[in-house]
Nanobody, 112 residues
Framework: VRLVESGGGSVQPGGSLRVSCTAS????????MAWYRQAPGKQRDLVAS???????TYKDSVKGRFAISRDNAKNTVDLVMHNLEPEDTAVYYC???????WGQGTQVTVSS
């Protein structure tokens, strides 16, 4: 199993970013996927998930600002983030939901 994140970076408060995950080594279309994030000194938290039938869930603090989507033809799962806040600063990780398969993470920094 391989999960490779891309995107992320630094943005000012109120800005937008997209993080993407390209998956391989398993049957992507049959797997629920998720994005987690971990801020310094804090536990890793679920941000959003998407099922094989495209049902989505979101952490309360990101509802209305973040959107998760998947492309089964490309084996990718994206997280588009709008109206970013300093509290969104963290390393964002792609995950095959319910497993210990993780990507290496990508840094998102929101700062003025």
């Amino acid at each position: 199993v391989r999960l490779v994140e891309s995107g992320g970076g630094s943005v000012q408060p109120g800005g937008s970013l997209r993080v993407s995950c390209t998956a391989s080594g398993f049957i992507f279309r049959l797997s629920d996927m998720a994005w987690y994030r971990q801020a310094p000194g804090k536990q890793r938290d679920l941000v959003a998930s998407i099922s094989t039938s495209n049902t989505t869930t979101y952490k309360d603090s990101v509802k209305g600002r973040f959107a998760i989507s998947r492309d089964n033809a490309k084996n990718t799962v994206d997280l588009v983030m709008h109206n970013l806040e300093p509290e969104d600063t963290a390393v964002y990780y792609c995950n095959v939901y319910g497993t210990l398969w993780w990507g290496q993470g990508t840094q998102v920094t929101v700062s003025s």
